[in-house]
């Protein structure tokens, strides 16, 4: 079984900065893409940034220039950092993960439960 947990969520002030974590568990063979999305309320979920196993990433608009994702394959771990936070980003944040167990015959898709980042002043 597969499993993705985050931390690093919380409140912070407009222009400050958040470092979210993902951490996958389980019977790991290999891990393709990892990444991030949010939801805000009343929204769809929305990417936010993704990167791939060779390093390739790519962003949603919203967060160039002020979001970086980051991937520690030894750790099996995701990083966003957050930069110059607006009141927009407010959202649950939630970690993607595409990944190929021992256990599994293919490469699924799982989601972290979800951390809550709050901008306001």
């Known amino acids: 079984q597969g499993q993705l947990v985050e931390s690093g969520g919380g409140l912070v002030q407009p222009g400050g900065s958040l470092r979210l974590s993902c951490a996958a568990s389980?019977?790991?063979?290999?891990?393709?893409?990892m990444g991030w999305y949010r939801q805000a309320p009343g929204k769809q979920r929305e990417l936010v940034a993704r990167?791939?196993?060779?390093?390739?990433?790519n962003y949603a608009d919203s967060g160039k220039g002020r979001f970086t994702i980051s991937r520690d394959n030894d750790k099996n771990t995701v990083y966003l950092q957050m930069n110059s936070l607006k009141p927009e980003d407010t959202a649950v944040y939630y970690c993607?993960?595409?990944?190929?167990?021992?256990?599994?015959?293919?490469?699924?898709?799982?989601w972290g439960q979800g951390t809550q980042v709050t901008v306001s002043s």
């Open positions: 993607n993960a595409v990944m190929l167990l021992r256990t599994n015959l293919a490469f699924s898709e799982y």
């Open positions: 990167t791939g196993s060779g390093d390739n990433t």
């Open positions: 389980g019977s790991i063979y290999s891990i393709n893409t």
